[in-house]
């Protein structure tokens, strides 16, 4: 939304005055050694009484201290005219509002005061010198108190100040507090010369243009403040050019209200040109902008544009943090603000510091819709691998409570962005270059990809966070129903979603897989491979092929199950991604593609579709063609498949008048500008209000493939999927949208389980599990595993697996064990293992290798993992209270493997060499009490 500030001034104000009232004719002396307070303070007097007019300061130096503007008086400085504030505080009149906020607590000084007035200004071509390097700083927050501002305005209205100078002030140039309708133009400002310099505090006010100023300060540039609940709202600055020791713009740091509707664009950023003096801030300044709640406020519809930045350190900062200052003696705001709508586009930035730029939040309190586009930011680099555990060390620390700095924390992590603690932040050509060699990436995120429902009718990609390899999605009725590939994992997960970013697990398909070999763990990759879910004549059909049994379906009336049992309709070996279709005539079909990735197969099939009644015939072969999805509409045949491979790939869309073609094809979604690679294969499905969808994976190296969803239309026959930015008919993948469907409820995926009952359908098993060696029984509440041979967790039977959700998550267990199993919590990909207990103390297995880091005999112990798939860095802990967590080995990183993202999970088993020695049954074992894992969302 883009906010046009009306302001309405008075006519007084705006052309004819009622009168002229000369200083000099009141006494002022072109003088700079006679105060003329007097004789400036009685002509506004005379003035005011009159009804209004401008009073006129002719061209020459006049020494004044603290006059007091009043309504419907018009200060005019002529060209050559210079007021001069005196170097002696008894000059000053303390003055105290009725106003209450954190800079009215106590009497302030200043040259220029009006409160409660309206109808006033300040223009011309003359020039007011605050002289505020004779007020020496004697304290902190001192500002106001010994050393004055140069103008003050409260709770105004119809405020102008235009063509002036201003120079050095005591503090604040310019501070106006709870006023509405103010306009500032073509105003020049320095202010260089004395602590807390800022050249413009606009606090709490309403409906402000800003326009055409030239400021260059020691301190702040163009402030908005929020020092008491009033936000700052409607406020408009342009065409400005802004030097700065410290942040050119900023929005904060008092924040109590906070801001709303506020619009910045064509802003020019320099360094201050004293280079030889500074009292706060960096030589090249410290941010361009910097947007910022620390005190419980808000920040909504705020939009930065066109900005061309030369230096500063860190250019653009974003920050909600929790300082929770009050604005009155004794209050302490006791909660957190939020940040949620920020716009920043067109910045141009050259010369700047190496620290990078950031967006951050806190813990539970993330930051919120920030988008960031057309972005480039120039700066020296240089930083060095040997450097990287120093940042680390200093992004560690929140600083929840700190003063908000842009240079807070030092170089980041990033030497683009950092971002952490925030939803839904969107880059788009936002490019990052570097004089030196930088060995940090252009873009982190740490628990930022604000992933599934937004809670405000908006989603954000990922939907499902987690390795949902090759979804399938069909919508029946109002429901819709996802499958996807578990390869060797046992279940076949079926999902159910109200409003298709919201996902619930509803049932298994099987509970094992009875063929030969799958009783050991030998399998891993294989099993069930891109699966597809159909609705036909009252039944639910779920189709897929193994790398080397054959091709399986599977039926249900209800998609909660019962499911039939597996029913083998080929045996074959290196088919894939089978999907059946029923056309109109009740006639049944299978398409499918070959191992390697290619043809496309179409076979008829018997009606009940357990029968393939052909060889198939070959209707398309393409570069890596596989994940096929049948369709029709308006008597078009669809094929819905991925091509290129999955990292690099892309989706196509082939139709045709005739089930076995021949086929057109068109390239209907690619990576393009974003950073989603190979956004493909999966499903388009259609809402109930006529819109469609298109539901893929992206494969990231640590979580795994998760999923994806577009929104999708159709043209002249053809889906467009995505954006299409050059309207040539291929999209590009978005990273948030409008929920397909409204919905008040996030509900994210169920990770944890009490034990109570039947195990939650999270859980998978990792291969065909031996169903006499666990269960819920033999302790209420606790899962029990049993101990079976094996050497490495690799071999472990009974495994029991779930997927990892989310970047950052932790996943919690107590265990007890007896006899000489091992068992504990796991985490796997490529790489197997776990930190655990067993009758000699706490172990850690990395490998197949095992170590005891905490020897003694213990009856129990909480276990946790942390993961951090973003930054790849995941750690196991220990603990014998629950409460107070030791690091159980180093951290590690972690790497999806056999196709599948990483998992976490509880084992137990018996190192082999035990099991033969020993002459008896065993009777070794571990129960597990409950188990979570919780994930950022």
Same mark, same amino acid.
């Given at each position: 939304m883009k906010v046009i500030v009306t302001i309405l001034m008075s006519a007084c104000a705006l052309s004819m005055h009622a009168a002229d009232y000369n200083i000099k004719d009141y006494g002022a002396k072109n003088d700079t050694t006679v105060l003329s307070t007097h004789a400036l303070q009685s002509a506004i007097n005379a003035c005011s009484q009159a009804g209004g007019g401008r009073v006129v300061v002719p061209a020459g130096m006049y020494k004044i201290g603290t006059i007091q503007l009043k309504s419907h008086v018009h200060l005019y400085l002529e060209q050559g005219a210079t007021l001069f504030g005196s170097t002696r505080l008894d000059d000053y009149i303390p003055m105290k509002s009725d106003y209450l906020s954190l800079r009215t607590q106590t009497t302030t000084i200043q040259l220029i005061y009006a409160d409660g007035v309206q109808d006033v200004s300040?223009?011309?071509?003359?020039?007011?010198?605050?002289?505020?390097?004779?007020?020496?700083?004697?304290?902190?927050?001192?500002?106001?108190?010994?050393?004055?501002?140069?103008?003050?305005?409260?709770?105004?209205?119809?405020?102008?100040?235009?063509?002036?100078?201003?120079?050095? %002030?005591?503090?604040?140039?310019?501070?106006?507090?709870?006023?509405?309708?103010?306009?500032?133009?073509?105003?020049?400002?320095?202010?260089?010369?004395?602590?807390?310099?800022?050249?413009?505090?606009?606090?709490?006010?309403?409906?402000?243009?800003?326009?055409?100023?030239?400021?260059?300060?020691?301190?702040?540039?163009?402030?908005?403040?929020?020092?008491?609940?009033?936000?700052?709202?409607?406020?408009? $600055? %342009?065409?400005?050019?802004?030097? %700065?020791?410290?942040?050119?713009?900023?929005?904060?740091?008092?924040?109590?209200?906070?801001?709303?509707? $506020?619009?910045? %664009?064509? $802003?020019?950023v320099k360094p201050s040109y004293n280079q030889h003096e500074k009292f706060f801030g960096q030589w090249i300044g410290s941010s361009a902008v910097s947007l910022e709640i620390v005190d419980g406020g808000v920040m909504e519809n705020v939009n930065i544009s066109d900005f061309t930045v030369e230096g500063t350190e860190s250019p653009i900062f974003v920050r909600l943090g929790n300082r929770g200052r009050g604005y009155k003696a004794g209050l302490h705001i006791d909660h957190v603000g939020h940040i949620d709508g920020v716009r920043i586009d067109n910045v141009q930035i050259r010369h700047a510091g190496s620290m990078g730029c950031s967006v951050t939040g806190l813990p539970g309190h993330p930051v919120r819709n920030v988008w960031l586009s057309n972005i480039t930011l120039h700066h020296k680099g240089g930083v060095k691998t040997s450097q990287l555990a120093e940042i680390a060390d200093s992004i560690a620390n929140e600083k929840a409570s700190s003063y908000p700095e842009a240079t807070m924390w030092g170089n980041l992590p990033a030497k683009g962005f950092y971002v952490r603690h925030a939803r839904n932040v969107q880059f788009e050509n936002v490019n990052i270059l570097t004089d030196e060699p930088d060995v940090r990436p252009d873009f982190v995120e740490v628990d930022a990809q604000g992933w599934g429902d937004q809670g405000d009718g908006t989603y954000h990609n990922p939907v499902l966070n987690a390795d949902f390899s090759d979804p399938d999605v069909i919508r029946v009725g109002n429901k819709y129903y996802m499958v996807a590939s578990d390869f060797h994992f046992m279940g076949m997960q079926v999902l159910k979603s109200d409003d298709m970013v919201n996902w619930r697990y509803i049932s298994q398909i099987y509970h094992r897989f009875d063929e030969p070999g799958w009783d050991a763990n030998q399998h891993y990759a294989g099993g069930s491979w891109a699966p597809s879910i159909r609705y036909h004549n009252g039944l639910f059909y779920v189709y897929f092929c193994t790398p080397e049994e054959g091709l399986y379906m599977s039926t249900a009336k209800d998609p909660k199950g019962p499911w039939a049992p597996l029913h083998l309709v080929k045996r074959v070996a290196k088919w894939e991604d089978p999907c059946p279709f029923w056309d109109e005539d009740g006639q049944a079909y299978l398409g499918r593609s070959q191992y390697g990735a290619g043809p496309i197969i179409v076979h008829r099939m018997s009606a009940d579709g357990k029968t393939l009644l052909d060889e198939g015939k070959t209707v398309y072969e393409g570069p890596v063609a596989e994940g096929t999805k049948f369709m029709k509409r308006h008597g078009y045949y669809y094929l819905i498949i991925p091509e290129g491979g999955v990292g690099t790939g892309w989706q196509t869309v082939l139709r045709s008048r005739s089930i076995y073609g021949p086929y057109e094809g068109r390239i209907v979604l690619e990576q393009g500008s974003t950073r989603i690679n190979g956004p493909h294969q999966g499903a388009l499905v259609d809402a109930p209000d006529g819109s469609w969808w298109f539901y893929h994976f992206q494969e990231t190296p640590v979580l795994g493939r998760v999923v994806h969803l577009q929104p999708a239309r159709w043209e002249a026959d053809w889906p467009v999927i995505g954006v299409d930015y050059d309207k040539n008919g291929v999209g590009e993948p978005v990273a948030a949208w409008k929920k397909p469907i409204s919905s008040p409820v996030s509900t994210p995926l169920k990770t944890s389980d009490d034990f109570s009952g039947s195990l939650g359908l999270q859980w998978q098993w990792n291969h065909n599990p031996v169903d006499t060696h666990w269960n819920l029984t033999d302790r209420k509440g606790w899962l029990t595993l049993k101990a079976l041979p094996a050497d490495s967790l690799k071999q472990v039977r009974n495994m029991l697996t779930q997927k990892v959700v989310g970047f950052q998550s932790e996943s919690i267990t107590k265990v007890s064990v007896s006899g000489s199993s091992y068992a504990g919590l796991f985490c796997s990909g490529k790489l197997f293992c776990g930190v655990g207990l067993c009758k000699n103390g706490v172990f850690v297995e990395f490998g197949g290798k095992r170590k005891v880091i905490k020897k003694g005999i213990y009856k129990e112990v909480w276990l946790k993992v942390a993961n951090d798939s973003e930054q790849n860095r995941h750690q196991f802990y220990y603990s014998f209270d629950g409460r107070n967590y030791h690091p159980a080995g180093s951290s590690f990183s972690m790497r999806g493997g056999y196709w599948k993202g990483i998992r976490v999970g509880l084992f137990c088993y018996e190192p082999t060499d035990q099991v033969k020695s020993r002459r008896k049954t065993s009777s070794s074992m571990a129960q597990f009490d409950c188990f979570e894992q919780n994930f950022a969302q």
């Open positions: 300040i223009d011309g071509l003359g020039t007011i010198d605050g002289r505020g390097r004779a007020f020496k700083k004697l304290s902190w927050n001192d500002e106001g108190i010994t050393r004055p501002h140069l103008i003050r305005f409260i709770q105004s209205q119809d405020i102008m100040v235009r063509g002036v100078t201003l120079r050095n %002030s005591g503090c604040w140039m310019q501070h106006y507090l709870a006023c509405d309708r103010l306009i500032i133009n073509g105003i020049k400002v320095f202010n260089r010369n004395n602590y807390n310099n800022d050249a413009l505090d606009i606090d709490g006010c309403h409906e402000v243009i800003v326009r055409g100023m030239i400021a260059d300060s020691d301190d702040d540039g163009i402030t908005l403040k929020s020092t008491s609940p009033r936000l700052c709202e409607n406020v408009r $600055i %342009s065409d400005c050019v802004v030097s %700065s020791h410290c942040n050119a713009v900023k929005l904060g740091t008092e924040t109590n209200g906070g801001f709303r509707n $506020i619009n910045i %664009s064509g $802003i020019v």
